[in-house]
Structures are given as structure tokens and as C-alpha cells.
């Protein structure tokens, strides 16, 4: 079960695909006006992934190469319409909420991404966790995204009221209603339930993961210690700190070690050179004489005529 674990930290830590791979950005800036659409986006995604790597895992020896993309999505659209149905029937006002936005699901890159760079490639058992753990860090974006638009724009989480008047606390006596009574003179800041407030939301959370990521490579290399996995350029291929993370390290390389020195050119790969340069001289002599031609017909042409006249 140890990969199985390693696809569930990857999904909600290393790779989570909100705040790392930046992926779903759609759901993720639409549906996430209150805490409660974000759980059920995120769970109703998780549930898709989950069911998705499982039957693309399973049918990966059938399905043609070149028809891959096409099945995937036929795959994917069916568990998006059962799932919408049951919705429907058992939460229609989580259906009502989330709108047009769970039939969008079908082409989600996350879900697609993992089904073409994972569920294809892997056994049943992998893929159904790395579907899952995708999933949740999918959950834990969003839910949190929304707690804190619903917290800061209504000053409630989930329903209950947190912050302004009529909080929770103030139901309470001695000094917590006291705290209460000072939570209350808190104004709710609209904007953070409007459109505009999941971009604000969104680029803190992306500044404060940056600058963590980035503090933590910065003691790394000033210790001489291995930057951490997280905090690397390389760590995967959407990571969003590529920038902060790898301007550090090309500022202050560390030390190569003796068996990570690059390996001498091959015997083939010096011919290729010596005939590159070769080429390349070809080249400016080339360029050489065409100028010195374009010289010599500019002279001739502008040279005056000798005037001769007759005896």
C-alpha cells in the first residue's frame, strides 16, 4: 500500500492540482462563493475521478491508442451523467447551486490529465487512489477557498454565522459573550462573494504558498541542504513556483557532487560539433562574398561614364 499512500499525498500536498498544478481553474474562481458548493463541487469531481481511473485502468489493454482521447471522454461524460441524475434526485438544491458547472466536468482537465498520464499507464489499485487523492486535494482547495470568501464576504462558514451580528457567541454569557458582542461590529466586505473575490482569494493563497516554498529553498541551499521536494523547479510539471524556486537556484547553484558530474561527450557527438562549426563557416564565408559582390556591382553601377566626343 505504500504507492497507494504516495498517490494520496501527491493529490492533496505535493501535486494538489488547485493551488500547485493550478488546474479547474473554472469551478475553482465560479463555484466557490460559499463553502458548501466547494465541498460539493469537490466531492462530486472526486467521486467522477475516482470512478473514471477505475474503468479507463481496467480497459487500458482494450481501448485502441489511437482512439484513446475519444474513449476517455466517453467514459468520463457517462459517470458525469450519473452522477448529475442522482444529484438531481437526492441533493437538488447542491444541483441548483452548482448549475451548468457539474455537466463541465466532463472536460476538466484534471480528470482528463489523469486519465491520459496515469489511469492509462497504471494498475486498477494506483489509479483508483491517485484518482481519489486528486480528488480531495481537489475538495481541500475549493473548501477553502470558500470558507474564507464566506467567512470574510458574509462573515459565515457553512451556514453559521461567524463574524457580525447575531454570531453564535453572542448567544453565550460572560466573556465570551463579550467576544461576541466585538465580532459583531464586523462589516461584511462584499466583494469577496462577488466574481471579483475569488481572484483576490485565489492569489493570496498562490503568494503565501510561493513565499513559504520559496523561504524554505532559500534556508535549504543557504545550509547546504537538499532543497525540498516541494520547493523544487522539477518537483512536477505544473508546479507554480518554477518561478521563485528556480530563480534561487540558478542564483546560487549548489555544489555537484562526483557522481552527478556531467558525463564527457561522446565520440559522436564531437563530429557533430566539428561539423557544425564547419557548416557554420561555410556559412559566413558565404555570406562574405555575397557582400563583397553587392559591394562591387554598387561601385560599378554608380562609377560615371567617360564622355568621348567625336572628331
Do not use: W
Not at 243 to 266: H, I, N, Q, Y
Amino acid at each position: 500500500m505504500g504507492k497507494c499512500t504516495e498517490r494520496l499525498y501527491n493529490g492533496i500536498v505535493k501535486e494538489n492540482p488547485t493551488f500547485v498544478q493550478m488546474l479547474g481553474m473554472c469551478p475553482t474562481l465560479a463555484v466557490t462563493s460559499s463553502a458548501i458548493n466547494g465541498a460539493g463541487m469537490g466531492l462530486t469531481t472526486t467521486c467522477i475521478l475516482v470512478l473514471s481511473n477505475f474503468m479507463i485502468s481496467a480497459l487500458r489493454k482494450v481501448i485502441p491508442d489511437k482512439v484513446r482521447i475519444p474513449s476517455f471522454i466517453v467514459i468520463i461524460a457517462s459517470f458525469v451523467t450519473i452522477i448529475q441524475f442522482l444529484l438531481q434526485a437526492y441533493l437538488p438544491s447542491l444541483n441548483s447551486s452548482l448549475g451548468l458547472y457539474i455537466p463541465l466536468i466532463v472536460v476538466n482537465c484534471i480528470i482528463l490529465g489523469r486519465a491520459e498520464a496515469y489511469a492509462s499507464k497504471n494498475k486498477v489499485l494506483p489509479s483508483i487512489f491517485d484518482g481519489l487523492g486528486m480528488g480531495l486535494g481537489f475538495t481541500v482547495g475549493l473548501t477553502l477557498i470558500g470558507m474564507f470568501r464566506e467567512l470574510v464576504g458574509k462573515g459565515c462558514v457553512f451556514g453559521f454565522q461567524i463574524l457580525g451580528d447575531g454570531n453564535l457567541l453572542q448567544n453565550s454569557s460572560g466573556i465570551i459573550k463579550g467576544i461576541g458582542n466585538a465580532l459583531s461590529l464586523y462589516t461584511p466586505i462584499t466583494i469577496f462573494v462577488l466574481a471579483p473575490g475569488a481572484f483576490f482569494v485565489l492569489a493570496f493563497i498562490i503568494a503565501f504558498i510561493n513565499k513559504r516554498n520559496a523561504k524554505k529553498a532559500a534556508e535549504a541551499l543557504a545550509n547546504g541542504e537538499e532543497i525540498p521536494a516541494a520547493c523544487r523547479p522539477d518537483s512536477c510539471a505544473g508546479c507554480i513556483n518554477a518561478a521563485c524556486c528556480g530563480k534561487l537556484v540558478s542564483e546560487t547553484p549548489a555544489p555537484v557532487k562526483a557522481a552527478e558530474a556531467p558525463a564527457k561527450p561522446s565520440a559522436d557527438a564531437k563530429q557533430r560539433q566539428i561539423r557544425m562549426q564547419q557548416r557554420i563557416q561555410r556559412q559566413r564565408l558565404t555570406s562574405q562574398m555575397r557582400r563583397r559582390r553587392m559591394s562591387q556591382d554598387s561601385a560599378h553601377m554608380h562609377r560615371p561614364e567617360s564622355q568621348s566626343s567625336p572628331t
